[in-house]
């Protein structure tokens, strides 16, 4: 099992930052990559960004592109989404996730355990 607890969500205004914590544990040994999503109300859950568990490869959708940076602390085995440029439209729970095999990263399914998440809202 690999629990995984989120931080750091907030109510921002629209250009402002925020920086989300997702801390791993349990059998962090199992993780192949870390990757965030998020869902708002009435929408499908969203790929958002993504790094494989030794923290060097990442990978972004094009919405988040130079805005969203993910990055990981391996002794502290968390993982780190920096949101910039902040847009009303980026309001959602966002969901950490680990995967645990070598499934297609952008999809949701290919992850095996979440955490409960944590809600961005940005204001314009």
């Known amino acids: 099992q690999v629990q995984l607890v989120e931080s750091g969500g907030g109510l921002v205004q629209a250009g402002d930052s925020l920086r989300l914590s997702c801390i791993a544990s349990?059998?962090?040994?199992?993780?192949?990559?870390m990757g965030w999503f998020r869902q708002a109300p009435g929408k499908e859950r969203e790929f958002v960004a993504a790094i494989n568990w030794s923290g060097d490869i990442t990978y972004y959708p094009d919405f988040v592109k130079g805005r969203f940076t993910i990055s990981r602390v391996n002794a502290k085995n968390t993982v780190y989404l920096q949101m910039n440029s902040l847009k009303p439209e980026d309001t959602a729970g966002y969901y950490c996730a680990a995967r645990l095999g070598s499934n297609y990263i952008y999809d949701a399914r290919s992850y095996a355990y979440w955490g409960q998440g944590t809600q961005v809202t940005v204001s314009s």
């Open positions: 349990g059998r962090t040994f199992s993780i192949n990559a």
